[in-house]
């Protein structure tokens, strides 16, 4: 997916005329912590509810204020993956997104991003959950996917995991079953290490809501 798939059309931009109560007030309703300035199509820079606060210019236009802006964006055509890259680096809560002659077509808001992870994982998707742990070096996509097959199951989505403080990854593989019983029996008989695994509704609640807080983190918003 790219990034001009998750555009919102519901968060404005700013003009240099709107004032700071105004951008700080858009910012509580859409629950953000960052707006573009935008002059027609020309991207200004994001203003942030800290630099409002900061100048005191809640009551003057944007514009009567020279702004020490910072402008990071992301082009249309650039994958999702870099746009949860710079959310996370910068701590953003909107990225702008423009075209390739820099005209600002709009942003995505932290709430696209969530969504897609939640498609990135298939949360949806009826089915069980395994958690692999191992070395860098012993991983193996395709033997980890020709295990699961030959249990006649499919891979909806898997994902990698370094812990902090660990040599070690874990490997996330969201099957369409809900008996993972011979999937894991299959895993062990390869010496493969199941550090967890989730079959009902309950846990996988509880999994999803821990890797959701996880991913809450990682964005630093």
């Known amino acids: 997916m790219l990034a001009r798939d998750l ?6 931009a700013l003009r240099t ?4 109560a105004r951008a700080l007030s858009w910012m509580e309703i859409f629950r953000i912590s960052h707006l573009p ?23 003057e236009p944007i514009g009567n204020h020279r702004l020490s802006l910072f402008s ?8 999702v993956y870099e746009v949860i890259e710079i959310a996370s680096r910068l701590k953003l809560t909107v990225i702008p997104v423009l075209d390739e002659k820099k005209n600002y077509i709009g942003l995505i808001g932290q709430n696209d991003l969530l969504s897609h992870f939640a498609t990135l994982t298939a949360v949806n998707e009826p089915g069980g959950l395994i958690v692999l742990e191992m070395n860098h070096h012993d991983y193996s996509l395709s033997q980890i996917a020709q295990i ?33 019983t011979p ?11 199941v550090k967890a695994s989730y079959m009902d509704d309950e846990n996988l609640d509880t999994f999803y809501r821990n890797r959701y807080e996880q991913f809450i983190r990682y964005l630093n918003v």
């Open 7 to 12: 555009v919102s059309d519901v968060i404005p």
């Open 17 to 20: 005329s709107d004032t700071g």
């Open 37 to 59: 300035i935008v002059n027609n199509r020309e991207f200004l820079g994001l203003i942030s509810d800290t630099d409002i606060y900061d100048l005191g210019m809640t009551d």
């Open 72 to 79: 990071p964006f992301v082009y249309d055509s650039q994958h």
């Open 148 to 180: 699961v097959e030959s249990n006649n199951a499919r891979i909806l989505s898997l994902y990698i995991r370094s812990p902090e403080e660990s040599t070690m990854i874990e490997v996330t593989v969201k099957i369409n079953r809900s008996d993972l």
């Open 183 to 193: 999937v894991i029996r299959t895993f062990d008989r390869y010496d493969y290490n």
